[in-house]
């Protein structure tokens, strides 16, 4: 307990219930926080995806809410509770945490050993000392607990020093009515909206580097992804299979799991070809494949599909192309990366781990049949002539009859709820 005078008495930590102390995470809410009368389903579907991400991370954890701020602790390191939790769209902000009793003293301890274990006892290291109260009953105001903290401090590792403007390191305060919360590190979470919250879509997924930027893009906005890859077999060999795979793993570890169906297109393709397709075999195909994954979306419960198309990258992508593409779609095509340039796609892929992927090399059933030119002005008219040679409905049944479903990053058995999202652990 404190001596000095000018401290009124703390409540003691001994009024309020036992809480588990020691380290923790803090998780800021991001647009969740904006959700006004709604906030309350965003919350519980973010709390429910956090639920999921922390499978098998190896130990028991606990998550509290309060004032925006999701608490994650366990019998788990911290760096591994962080690792799970920066991957969870919704967080603005990834705090590793210490939980102590909100008594002067705890806290003022905690400050130090913080301080003091950043510091190293560094010479000069600037710092500053930031304080909320979610409780205002607390006896003493922020800015009063900041004074007496920083001077504390500066008492305790006299290699310090203060300042307010340019500090290297801050450390954050939040008191609340049994428990304080210490921080001196704050890393960026991905925000954007709990996946799931905006429903469900099916991404087209091809091997290269656009179309899982354009499904992380895709899940930040809140929608839960499937995926849906097609191949050239039986006249290519599996490796774009096993790209698919490997991305759609990686892209499972930002939501919690969907599925990947993997369609041999090869045969179909061939008789787009036959049925004289010509310049415009590309096209075809593209149209084929996003009736396909219409019909497929419809089986799934998916309510849009998503591709990785940016406008004029390729002859493929030119508007006219697109628009003869969206065309044969049932459902609404979303487009994440339609004004993005390659660098920047290419960049994006790096820093969500899905570039080392995507550069492998692989047998692409694009380049199956793909004609020497690919038009760039479809002609709606001819596209459809040639549709008319073949029996539609009857290939793309058979397509999703003879469909291959897999569960990328599955490791555990996930109860899903009806509306596909996972039910709350
Ligand atoms: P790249 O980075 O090589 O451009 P990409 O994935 O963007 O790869 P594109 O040829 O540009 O491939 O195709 C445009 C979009 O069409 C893709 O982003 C993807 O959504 C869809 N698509 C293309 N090929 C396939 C495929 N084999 N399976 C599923 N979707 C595909
Ligand atoms: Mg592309």
């Known amino acids: 307990m404190s001596d000095d005078p000018r401290i009124p008495a703390p409540r003691a930590s001994s009024d309020a219930a036992p809480v588990p102390h020691g380290p923790c995470v803090l998780l800021k809410h991001g647009e969740v926080f904006l959700k006004g009368r709604n906030r309350h389903r965003f919350t519980e579907r973010l709390q429910d995806n956090l639920r999921v991400a922390l499978r098998g991370v190896g130990g028991s954890t606990w998550i509290k809410t309060a004032h925006n701020v999701t608490v994650l602790g366990g019998q788990v390191p911290v760096e591994a509770l962080v690792e799970r939790a920066r991957r969870v769209v919704g967080f603005n902000s990834v705090e590793p945490a210490v939980r102590v009793p909100s008594a002067f003293d705890d806290i003022t301890a905690s400050a130090i050993d913080a301080l003091r274990a950043v510091s190293g006892e560094r010479r000069g290291l600037r710092f500053a000392v930031r304080v909320r109260r979610w409780d205002k009953q607390f006896p003493l105001t922020s800015s009063r607990m900041e004074v007496l903290l920083g001077s504390r401090v500066l008492d305790a590792v006299p290699a310090l020093t203060v300042d307010l403007t340019t500090p290297d390191v801050t450390l954050n305060v939040v008191i609340d009515r049994r428990e304080t919360y210490l921080s001196c590190e704050r890393l960026p979470?991905?925000?954007?909206?709990?996946?799931?919250?905006?429903?469900?879509?099916?991404?087209?997924?091809s091997g290269g580097y656009d179309s899982p930027v354009a499904a992380h893009r895709a899940m930040r906005r809140g929608l839960a992804c499937d995926f849906v890859h097609f191949n050239g077999a039986p006249y290519t060999n599996p490796s774009s299979v096993y790209k698919a795979y490997a991305l759609a793993r990686e892209l499972n570890r930002y939501q919690p799991p969907g599925t990947l169906h993997v369609v041999a297109l090869g045969k179909a393709q061939k008789q787009l070809a036959v049925a004289g397709a010509g310049r415009l075999q590309v096209v075809a195909q593209r149209r084929l494949m996003v009736r396909t994954a219409s019909a497929l979306a419809g089986r799934i419960g998916a309510q849009a599909?998503?591709?990785?198309?940016?406008?004029?990258?390729?002859?493929?992508?030119?508007?006219?192309?697109?628009?003869?593409?969206?065309?044969?779609?049932?459902?609404?095509?979303?487009r994440p990366l339609i004004g993005r340039e390659k660098q920047e796609i290419i960049d994006e892929a790096r820093s969500i781990g899905t570039a080392d992927i995507s550069v492998l090399p692989d047998e692409d059933c694009c380049s199956l049949l793909a004609p020497p030119r690919v038009s760039t002005g479809a002609r709606l008219p001819h596209l459809r002539s040639v549709e008319k040679r073949i029996d539609l409905e009857e290939v793309v049944e058979a397509l999703l009859d003879s469909a291959q479903v897999l569960r990328p990053g599955e490791d555990e058995e996930v109860p899903v709820a009806d509306d596909g999202c996972p039910a709350p652990a």
């Open 189 to 205: 979470g991905l925000s954007g909206l709990p996946v799931g919250t905006s429903g469900r879509a099916l991404v087209l997924l």
């Open 305 to 334: 599909l998503v591709t990785g198309d940016s406008l004029g990258q390729v002859a493929s992508q030119t508007l006219a192309n697109l628009v003869a593409v969206d065309e044969a779609a049932t459902l609404p095509v979303l």
